[in-house]
């Protein structure tokens, strides 16, 4: 007889294997170490005084005492706040806001299908605009230091008895430098000295972000689904260039497995050292060349039109060296755009230093050509770049209708429903990087004239010492009231709009909370707290109509400046006294609005850096603008998550590396969530599976993925969703910047839980005796949702496993989690 089989025995319960650690990422604003982690007692486990990962000092050990963390994580900080703020004087980044804004127009193409030529394209028009605003800035500076100063106010006697510091130069003085040539030789140091001070900011910063490799041994393979296999960035190589390991064209996000192929995952993306080299040294050669260009300029015309003693064959050269030289810096620009699929570790050395050098040598050739004496020659009226500031605002406007041309087309080719302005987000923006450019530069001469003047008023004619800037700037400054009176009007319809909202959420609100008895105050803030947060879902179509008014007002003052050649003051001569008194109005008006506001935008900036409350109120504009790297605009503020995103990559690798059966979450609020996303795909595909993923007050879908299609649409979504083990999405309806994430996945794979109630209890309860207060986009760790939320990733991570399968585990088997 048999023996008896033995019942099986029960399995013994799952235990947790290892340790979990939670990696905590601040938002806007930054917050200390301290506030984050709940205890002042901290220690510093990596990183720098800028950028670092903190753990609570108790928690220092916590791997080697994985018992004391079975019911709760290790808890990390990775406190990045020092990328963005400090010193009060950083705040001078904020003059250089319109080549932020044209760079983030780079990254607001829609998702191409198919249509590498056309990504390209795009790249190189926003390339171009952002080429345009550098040669902008630099003859803004010409044009107050050759113009004013030197060519006018010198070369006027009752301007210049008022400025004793000018009397050097003045032509009545007689003396060497009275001459107009060498006036204007000696005036060429200052703009010289910007585009000086522009390529040592950008090289200083360059050394810092651009150039800190990550950790090796991350570049992608040709068959990495998370890495080159397809061409989805903006100007990613050639897919028709010859070769294996060539990308296939931009597939918006698919690769042919079907499984999502982000941008933000290649191993070049956040190592742009090559790149910005490039446009650095050619956005360096074109302000020199545009230096060059008024200097020689003005001494060519006046020996082509006497007999002098300079031969004209030298202005000849000299002009004709400068016009080769603004070839290939076009060139240069146009050539290339990224390289993402590697990290491109080399650099054109020979281009980098000779480009900006050749340049410099021109401007030193046209300093010695003008300084060649011209005893006859004397200044009169203004310098000549009048053509100069029209041409620019031409070739910008058209720069911008081709660009959104080639936006719309890959828009139809993949319209995506949620993508801002029918795919027309990029060349919007575009439009307002250029209106800035505009009215900054135009400001700033206004200003000067009006101050080298005394009590004249510039291009008015009447007891003005001077002529005043270049007529097109007046006009661009008069229409500054225009365009605000008809911003009155969508801003008055969101006004109403948002009442009539909050009035018909109230009784919305009192459901939600109900059996709670209902109270008339209480119940309106609530409403109007939420009505006010959906306006940012509103702003896209305001941006829309102040770029739209932008471009026609524009068009109408180089139409207005053109036709008259006269400032809108003298253009309204004859017209009647209203419109003559509406002209004057709207001349002057404009003119200190601009002089106002520029002073206005750089105290509040530079409060900004300095405050914390500040900080956060216009913070998520900003920490937008410097998210993503310099593709387009080499004088741009610094890329902070050039840095931010290798350190929680690195720290999240290292960490599972050194903990094989560990768990971790990666916890991000606000701007922190995007980093956090953005390191996730910077994963060595091994590890990702190992990660949970936990967002909350999370701007990635409601502003990148509308914003920023083709790197945070639904395919990157998607994808980001499939390849991390799990992932929470914590969003309030009184958020103005968090919202749900919208994964497109059927079943709804559960990743938004929210709408999370704000404020928790209506009024007093037993367990909530005090009033609850409205939180916002803030303290998302105070609801029991985020706890519940955290433990639930920890739960679906594992790793559980029966002893025994632990203790086999501990004998030979690789230690891989089972998540």
């Known amino acids: 007889m048999a023996p008896a089989t033995p019942p099986p025995s029960a399995p013994e319960p799952p235990q947790h294997t290892g340790t979990s650690l939670e990696l905590l990422v601040h938002g806007v604003g930054g917050a200390t170490p301290q506030e984050m982690l709940g205890d002042p007692r901290i220690v510093r486990v990596t990183g720098d005084e800028v950028a670092a990962v903190y753990r609570r000092t108790e928690d220092a050990d916590g791997e080697q005492r994985p018992e004391r963390y079975r019911d709760e994580p290790v808890a990390e900080a990775y406190c990045w706040s020092g990328l963005t703020s400090g010193n009060g004087s950083r705040a001078l980044w904020l003059l250089l806001l319109p080549f932020m804004v044209v760079n983030l127009a780079h990254w607001m193409r829609p998702t191409a299908t198919g249509r590498s030529r056309a990504v390209r394209l795009y790249g190189v028009l926003v390339r171009l605009v952002a080429l345009s605003l550098t040669v902008l800035l630099t003859a803004a500076a010409c044009e107050v230091a050759l113009d004013l100063l030197a060519w006018q106010c010198a070369g006027a006697d009752a301007c210049a008895e008022r400025r004793s510091w000018l009397g050097f130069l003045a032509e009545r003085q007689g003396g060497w430098w009275s001459q107009p040539g060498r006036r204007l030789a000696l005036a060429a140091v200052m703009p010289a000295a910007l585009v000086g001070l522009l390529w040592y900011l950008s090289n200083r910063t360059w050394s810092a972000y651009e150039s800190q490799r990550p950790l090796d041994g991350q570049d992608a393979e040709a068959d990495d689904a998370f890495g080159a296999a397809a061409g989805h960035g903006p100007n990613a190589p050639d897919p028709d260039a010859p070769g294996p390991n060539a990308p296939r064209p931009d597939t918006g996000g698919a690769s042919e497995a079907g499984s999502v192929s982000p941008a933000l995952g290649r191993p070049g993306f956040w190592y742009g050292r090559r790149l910005v080299a490039r446009l650095r040294a050619a956005h360096t050669a074109a302000g020199f060349l545009t230096v060059a260009a008024a200097v020689a300029g ?326 937008v603008g410097t998210f993503w790297p310099r593709a387009a605009h080499p004088f741009a503020p610094p890329c902070y998550a050039e840095r931010a995103v290798p350190d929680l990559a690195s720290r999240m690798s290292a960490w599972t590396s050194t903990t094989p059966r560990g768990r971790l979450v990666i916890s991000g609020h606000s701007q922190g969530s995007v980093l956090a996303a953005s390191a996730v795909w910077q994963l060595p595909d091994a590890t990702r599976p190992r990660v949970a993923l936990l967002t909350y007050g999370s701007p990635l879908e409601r502003l990148y993925g509308r914003w920023f299609p083709a790197y945070f649409g639904p395919g990157p979504l998607l994808g980001l969703h499939r390849s991390v083990h799990c992932w929470r999405n914590l969003w309030r309806p009184t958020d103005p910047i968090g919202g749900p994430v919208r994964i497109a996945e059927d079943p709804d794979p559960g990743v938004d839980r929210g709408p999370l109630k704000d404020p928790l209890a209506y009024g007093r309860t037993p367990r909530l005796p005090l009033p609850e207060p409205i939180l916002g986009h803030s303290d998302y760790q105070a609801d029991p949702a985020f706890a519940d939320a955290r433990a639930d990733l920890l739960e679906e991570l594992g790793p559980r496993v029966p002893r025994q399968a632990e203790a086999r585990t501990q004998k030979g088997t690789s230690g891989r989690s089972s998540g």
Do not use: N
């Open 298 to 623: 003005a001494a060519a015309r006046y020996d082509r039109g006497a007999e002098g003693p300079v031969p004209r064959f030298i202005g000849a050269a000299v002009e004709g060296g400068i016009l080769v030289g603004a070839l290939v810096v076009v060139g240069v620009v146009c050539r290339r755009g990224r390289s993402e699929q590697t990290r491109d570790t080399r650099l054109d050395g020979a281009l980098i230093s000779w480009l900006p050098g050749s340049a410099l040598a021109l401007l030193a050739l046209a300093v010695l050509y003008a300084s060649w004496s011209r005893p006859d020659w004397q200044s009169s009226g203004t310098l000549p770049g009048e053509a100069t500031f029209r041409l620019l605002a031409v070739g910008q406007g058209i720069l911008v209708i081709a660009l959104a041309v080639v936006a719309r087309g890959l828009y139809r080719r993949t319209p995506e429903p949620r993508t801002v302005l029918h795919g027309l987000g990029g060349p919007v923006v575009a439009m307002l990087a250029c209106a800035l450019g505009g009215v900054m530069t135009g400001g700033v001469a206004q200003r000067v004239a009006d101050w080298l003047d005394g009590p004249g008023t510039p291009g008015m004619g009447r007891g003005a010492d001077i002529a005043g800037p270049p007529v097109l700037l007046s006009w661009q400054a008069s229409v500054i009231p225009l365009l605000l009176i008809l911003l009155l009007l969508p801003v008055l319809a969101l006004v109403v709009r948002t009442a009539r909202t909050a009035r018909r959420l109230g009784p919305v609100v009192e459901a939600e909370y109900a059996p709670e008895p209902p109270e008339a105050s209480r119940t309106r803030r609530i409403a109007r707290i939420r009505a006010t947060a959906a306006l940012t879902d509103s702003a896209p179509w305001i941006v829309g109509v102040v770029s739209a008014a932008t471009l026609l007002l524009g068009a109408g003052a180089i139409a207005g400046s053109w036709y008259s050649d006269r400032v809108p003051g003298r253009a309204a001569d004859g017209s009647g006294p209203l419109l003559e008194s509406l002209a004057d109005a709207a001349q002057s008006t404009g003119s200190w609005l601009i002089g106002f506001g520029f002073i206005l935008f750089v105290a509040g900036g530079r409060r900004a850096y300095k405050d914390a409350s500040a900080r956060r109120t216009i913070g998520i504009l900003w920490d």
